[in-house]
């Protein structure tokens, strides 16, 4: 790393911001969207998940760019996938020692970080060719993208779905069920997550221009 | 009339480019039409031109839908008091219905116009029409005792993620009257299905249940004789329950030529093969009753009149109709009978098919594409 470079240079930083908008990994790019519709139903697994996505791709990034001029480039991929699956092994052990209901609930969700495309993407598009700090910070950016937006999508979920935040009750509180509301049976099922993600992209695109294709 | 032609004149300019209520033209656009004939004229190239617009279609249908909407309404009525026990005399039947149907109808077109009007200002178009038969088929395919925010809400979310998503008019995918039903039908199973919600105000101790949920549910000897089921006295969603009332509805939309006569015959005849091949294989007493039964249970017969034949979401080649209408009914009759868990096929038949309708078009095409080019081939050689 180049001494001269502060920490929390704007370059840096860019790369911790891109991923939250323009460049973000699900509404963007278009990856991952598989575990964003299956662990989205509840707002607990799906910070947990967050969480766990975002240590995985920082730090398996951190260890590809370290080791990024050794590792012979035939067998580049399975490199990566060891250590991607260290990682989840890893993180899994933790939740189940740590958050064990959480961790039922996930099932094999935390295992399939492995195949997560946005993991791969990142350590063939960036921790390949970058130095450790910068991989490090754009790892952590892609995980709080990917977060970020299983956050909302499970806030509304869970909000709308099943009238809890938090697993809190928060309509009964309202008082809302004794005036004739009822939870919408639709968001607790996969493709609500789909539609959430797919207004999500509708909002983010007519906010910013630039992400429209042309025709 | 003639005053408020010249009312509309005079309050015109402000709505034009300039105006003060420039923002609000589609608005105003949307209204004047409505009203009166436009007077727009194609300046450019050569068009062949009906007096008969997308407005003109549209009223159309709904006259089309009168006949199932006044027999939803009295069999509204009817089935209440049935249920009751009490003697009504027949204004007291259809004035039951009318306070019943009304509100379902009205929230139905505020919330969905509601939508449109907000979308076409946005987007500075004029403001489609294509909301006024979805408006009117919503509340037909919704069960009576339905409450209203549900209608509101299921109609907002058809209107959307069914049309505005994809361009408004014209553009969308799947059906939007039938998107609402589905949506209503997962989101709230308490409010769309079992037998308490297809009679408005139902008495305890009757039984409320469609014959499609009887038959689904194994009591054939519940299911109702096929002349009361073709009249429409049955429980059921508010217009779907008269085979008599909507064939009117289809005859009239024949001889208008605005509904496609072919996709109603293959409907029928793919939902009656179907019903032929289940009955002559018998195992289960649901696959014994009469082919021709599936064609008046339920809504077999308003989705195969006014939902399959809209014409943005069907095929549209002739051959593509007859493909696309007979695999509805194949498909309708195969989930009604083989998964309880989806008594009324038809919906989720129809929609599935909707999304195939470009598919089947573009083979069809293709086919004709290459059946020409042999005949050339075949010519030179």
């Known amino acids: ?215 | 009339m003639k005053a408020l032609r010249r009312y509309l004149d005079k309050i015109k300019p402000n709505f034009e480019k300039g105006g003060r209520f420039q923002k609000l033209q589609s608005t105003f656009d949307a209204f004047e039409t409505f009203l009166f004939v436009p007077n727009k004229v194609t300046k450019h190239g050569a068009h062949i031109r009906d007096s008969i617009d997308l407005k003109r279609t549209m009223s159309f249908v709904i006259m089309a839908l009168v006949p199932a909407l006044l027999f939803g309404i009295w069999n509204t009525g009817y089935q209440h008091f049935l249920s009751q026990g009490t003697d009504a005399s027949f204004w007291e039947t259809i004035w039951f219905g009318i306070v019943k149907v009304l509100p379902i109808v009205i929230v139905a077109y505020v919330t969905g116009l509601g939508v449109e009007f907000i979308f076409a200002q946005v987007r500075h178009h004029e403001v489609n029409e294509g909301f006024l038969v979805s408006g009117m088929l919503i509340p037909l395919v919704m069960p009576p005792d339905v409450p209203l925010w549900m209608v509101a809400v299921s109609t907002i979310f058809a209107v959307i993620i069914g049309k505005e998503v994809f361009g408004g008019t014209g553009m969308n995918i799947l059906n939007p009257a039938l998107l609402a039903r589905a949506f209503l039908f997962f989101a709230y199973p308490a409010e769309m299905s079992g037998d308490k919600v297809w009679i408005a105000e139902k008495a305890d101790a009757f039984s409320g249940a469609t014959p499609l949920a009887e038959a689904a549910a194994g009591h054939m000897d519940k299911v109702p004789d096929a002349w009361s089921m073709f009249i429409g006295t049955i429980p059921g969603s508010i217009g779907e329950t008269s085979t008599l009332a909507i064939l009117l509805g289809g005859i009239f939309l024949i001889a208008t030529g605005i509904g496609s006569w072919r996709i109603m015959l293959s409907v029928f005849t793919g939902g009656l093969a179907m019903g032929f091949l289940l009955n002559a294989t018998a195992v289960t007493p649901y696959m014994e009753i009469p082919p021709y039964y599936h064609l008046i249970m339920g809504g077999f017969a308003f989705g195969a009149v006014f939902m399959a034949t809209d014409p943005v979401t069907a095929a549209q080649t002739s051959m593509g109709k007859y493909i696309y209408g007979f695999l509805i009914g194949i498909f309708a009759v195969i989930i009604r009978v083989f998964n309880p868990a989806y008594p009324e096929g038809m919906m989720l038949s129809i929609l599935l098919m909707n999304v195939f309708a470009p598919l089947i078009d573009h083979y069809v095409v293709q086919a004709n594409i290459r059946r020409r080019l042999n005949r050339i081939k075949i010519k030179k050689a």
Request: aromatic share 8%; hydrophobic share 55%; glycine share 8%.
């Open chain 1, 1 to 215: 790393m180049s001494n001269k470079e502060p920490l929390f240079s704007a370059k840096n930083l860019k790369l911790l911001s891109g991923p939250l908008n323009l460049n973000n990994p699900v509404t963007v790019q278009v990856l991952g969207v598989c575990s964003a519709l299956a662990v989205t139903v509840q707002l607990k697994p799906a910070v947990v998940m967050a969480i766990s996505v975002i240590v995985v791709t920082a730090f398996s990034n951190l260890v590809i760019s370290l080791l990024r001029n050794t590792i012979p480039n035939r067998i580049r991929i399975i490199v990566q996938l060891v250590v991607i699956a260290a990682l989840v092994i890893l993180v899994d052990q933790i939740l189940k020692a740590f958050v064990y209901d959480v961790s039922k609930q996930l099932s094999v969700f935390v295992g399939l970080i492995i195949t997560n495309c946005i993991l791969m993407g990142r350590l063939e598009a960036f921790a390949m060719a970058n130095k450790p700090w910068q991989s490090f910070v754009d790892g952590i950016g892609n995980g709080l993208g990917y977060g970020a937006i299983l956050v909302i999508v499970s806030f509304f979920r869970e909000l709308l779905g099943s009238g809890t935040i938090w697993g809190y009750q928060i309509i009964e509180k309202t008082g809302l069920y004794d005036l004739g509301y009822s939870n919408n049976g639709m968001f607790i099922l996969p493709p609500m997550a789909l539609i959430i993600i797919g207004v999500i992209i509708w909002i983010q695109r007519s906010r910013k221009r630039e992400l429209i294709e042309k025709s």
